[in-house]
């Protein structure tokens, strides 16, 4: 295919006008010049820093370590040896993100072949993000600091955020009811003892710079009182042809330590991003009329940056959330923590859906309104140990109560024809209607769910080889549009044997309890609530962790209740979803100067019990059966540059319910280098990465779903970090 890439014609012009600007800024930023060192000069200050020792216990997370974490925050279980977990957890630190130039969970996760390609959150909504083939739950999926956090979206800012974790599968003993869609866990970045001054530069090609400011520190007596401050802008024009980012974000996270036991955490963040030239999804069919979402043979990919749509189309998100934690140490075993989080997420949509055939004729149909999601979650947990016999018990038991609601705006919200045209020279169509209102989100509340849980788990120590972990959660759910009030008890089940230190064996089984669907605004029972459902998850694996080298392996089965858009537009409930797989990953450091990072996912996603022998036995619509994924680091000898390059394969992945039609399989090439200096006796390290390099047109899929994504094009990044 021969692809219009504007990008490629200003490629070289803008490097250039890139490195140049972005260097000039870093340097007018310190007060003390850059100096190279001479013979005659013994006090001028070097131009590069020296080379890093790399070791066996480099920092947890760190390229040092190959980015291998130790630990990570798994649920009501706390902080926990990764090595020790019986369940798939991945951890991607602060460092990984600096050095990805991550600016969404699409980009933290290109690392993970358990984790679907997704389309960030630059052009409009990001909802393609699925674990394990599954789409994480939008009122329960997504957590900061292992509390709620409710956003139809993926698109927390990530610069306020220390690490991310993900689960893999079911989480309802762990995180509460929910989707088995895994679990999305945000740390935010917290106070640190050594005063933090970082400023991050960075220009897309397309021309979109992004300013990034981070201080936190201690101060008071003792160093009692801390703060975390981080701010954020961003605004210019993305990959899309005419297409527009504006993107502001805040955050503060201060900490009180009243006495050497008992600490005090309070945080807040703010984040809004408008985005204009975007649309909502591309649906193939026979005749590219708006009316026919019956799906036909997927028209071949479109560069990923032409727009589609009219350069009026936004869509705009606001995020505001605040959360609360008091912990208090009661002795050597005992612990008790008590916390709230808060979080409203505003969502402006006014986008249209392409509707297109193989003779790339197509129409273009607008929906226009708002929500408003909102999310209240407060939590009381008590953690501690006990020994009987030769037996060590690490107990847990608390509360949680959890509201979210949901509104829009009603019979306010607009939708009609823009009209026709052919993709080969997109029509810009004349915008209709304008947007609404914010205070239009509010207008109608269509959802409102209440969870009630009671937590008990014990973490059965015997001598130095096994563990073994019996928990249970016990809760309410209660819809009040679902016109539902179930209970129910999730179990959880697993063992852990280690045979020798650096080999861990488990075998768990774990349920999830989740509100029943709802069908989305474009569909055309927009709004109807659906059963509760329930869902089981079975999983072995192993995980061995050596001084350099890492491999965690899991064989798993899931399965949950069908939910899906047939032909005529209308969303239903109704079967069994069945996943099935082999997960397999690998973290290691070849040498002192090379790290490599590997891993494969093999899915077998199918419908059952649908009660349509047609559909019974296929494959779920937007999920590959195999998914690959590499990436490796080089640092160069003598000289403090580290050179990377990542691999990215997705196979073919359903295009229709009934396996008629699939898209193309996707192979992505990624490269990047970063160089590390002294401005004076500032640090400064200056990055470059360009993910698709090769240009690639293809489309993203979401699970579940016919509707097609332009994935991006090629797209350059140049940053500069200063640590001051």
Request: net charge negative; with cysteine; charged share 20%.
């Given at each position: ?18 490195r ?9 930023l310190?007060s ?7 013979a ?35 649920g ?8 020790n ?12 993100m ?8 699409a980009?933290v996760?290109k ?10 959150d ?26 709620n ?9 990530l610069?306020?955020i ?9 989480g ?11 679990i ?10 050594a ?46 042809n005419?297409g ?18 008992l ?33 036909a ?13 009219p350069?009026w189309?936004?869509y705009e998100?606001?995020?505001?959330t ?17 916390a709230?989080?808060?979080s ?5 949509f ?18 226009s ?40 705006s009603?019979?306010?919200?607009q ?13 810009e169509?004349?915008?209709p209607?304008g947007r ?18 009671l ?6 120590r ?26 129910k008890?999730?179990?959880s ?18 349920e ?45 089965r ?11 537009n ?25 790290l ?10 199918r419908?059952k ?24 680091e ?11 390059a ?24 990624d490269?990047g ?19 698709n ?10 699970s ?17 970090q200063?640590?001051?």
């Open positions: 295919m021969t692809h219009n890439n504007p990008s490629l014609s200003r490629l070289n012009a803008l490097t250039f006008v890139m140049t600007s972005l260097l000039g800024v870093c340097f007018s310190v003390t010049p850059l100096h190279l060192a001479r005659d000069d013994a006090s001028a200050e070097p131009a590069v820093l020296p080379e890093l020792t790399v070791s066996g216990d480099s920092v947890p997370g760190s390229a040092g370590a190959g980015y291998r974490e130790e630990s990570a925050s798994v009501i279980l706390g902080n926990k040896s990764l090595h977990t019986p369940y798939s957890v991945d951890v991607y630190s602060r460092e990984l600096d050095n990805l130039q991550a600016r969404s969970i980009d996760t690392l993970d072949a358990s984790v679907s390609l997704s389309s960030g630059l052009i409009s909504e990001n909802n393609t993000v699925a674990i394990r083939g599954l789409s994480p739950d939008s009122e329960t999926g997504q957590k900061l600091d292992g509390m956090f409710r956003s139809r979206a993926k698109d927390l800012p610069e306020h220390e690490s991310v974790d993900i689960l893999k599968g079911a309802g003993f762990l995180y509460g009811f929910g989707a088995p869609g895994g999305i866990n945000y740390t935010l970045k917290r106070p640190t003892d005063p933090t001054r970082t400023l991050n530069l960075q220009l897309m090609d397309s021309g979109l710079p992004l300013v990034h400011g981070d201080l936190g520190g201690r101060f008071g007596a003792d160093n009692r009182f801390g703060y975390r401050i981080n701010a954020v802008h961003e605004s210019g024009d993305t990959y899309i005419e527009e980012s504006r993107r502001n974000s805040a955050s503060v996270a201060l900490d009180w330590r009243i006495t050497p036991d600490v005090w955490q309070v945080d807040a963040l703010k984040a809004s991003h408008n985005r204009k030239g975007g649309q909502w999804a591309v649906i193939s069919n026979a005749d590219g009329q708006s009316s026919n979402f019956t799906p043979t997927p028209i071949d990919p479109i560069d990923g940056d032409k727009r589609l749509a350069e189309t936004s998100s606001i995020q505001e605040w959360g609360t934690d008091l912990s208090w140490q009661m002795s050597e075993d005992w612990s008790l923590q008590l709230h989080r808060q409203d997420s505003y969502r402006l006014h986008l249209p859906g392409i509707f297109a055939n193989t003779d790339d004729v197509y129409s273009a149909y607008l929906w309104y708002n929500n408003l999601f909102e999310s209240e979650q407060s939590q009381l947990q008590l953690s501690g140990e006990v020994s009987t016999g030769f037996v060590r018990h690490e107990l847990v038991a608390g509360a949680s109560l959890t509201e979210t609601v949901s509104s829009n009603g019979s306010l919200g939708s009609g024809n823009l009209g026709t045209g052919n993709l080969s020279d997109p029509e169509f004349a915008e209607y609404l209102a914010k205070s239009a989100a509010e207008v109608e509340e269509y959802s409102r769910v209440k969870r009630s849980e937590f008990l788990s014990d973490t059965l015997v001598g130095q080889n096994w563990d073994l972990i019996i928990g249970a959660r016990h809760g309410n759910l209660k819809d009040e549009f679902g016109d539902y009030d179930a209970s008890i999730t179990p089940l697993a063992v852990i044997h280690r045979p020798v230190a650096w080999l861990s064996l488990y075998a768990s089984y774990i999830a309890f989740e509100q029943g669907g709802v069908a989305p605004e474009t569909a055309a029972n927009a709004g109807e609530v659906f059963d509760p459902m329930i869902s089981e998850q079975q999983e072995l694996g192993l995980k061995i962790d050596r001084d350099d080298w890492s491999v965690n392996a899991a064989i798993f899931l399965q949950r209740g069908l939910s899906y858009t047939n032909s005529d209308v969303f239903t409930q109704n079967g069994e979803a069945r996943f099935q797989g082999v997960e397999l990953s690998t973290k290691t450091r070849i040498s002192s100067q090379w490599l990072s590997a891993s494969a996912l093999w899915l077998d996603a419908n019990k649908t009660g349509d022998t047609s559909l019974d036995g296929e494959r779920i619509q937007g999920i590959a059966r195999e998914q690959l994924k590499l990436y490796s080089y640092r160069v000898n003598g000289i403090p540059l580290t050179l990377s990542g691999a990215r394969y997705v196979g073919t992945r359903p295009a229709d319910p009934r396996g008629q039609w699939e898209a193309d399989a996707i192979t992505l090439l490269a280098a970063r160089y590390k200096l002294a401005a004076g006796r500032v640090p400064v390290t200056l990055r470059l990465n360009i993910e390099l090769t240009d690639e047109a293809y489309w993203l899929m979401s579940g779903s016919s509707s097609l994504a332009q994935g991006a094009p090629r797209t350059v990044k140049l940053g500069a200063i640590d001051f």
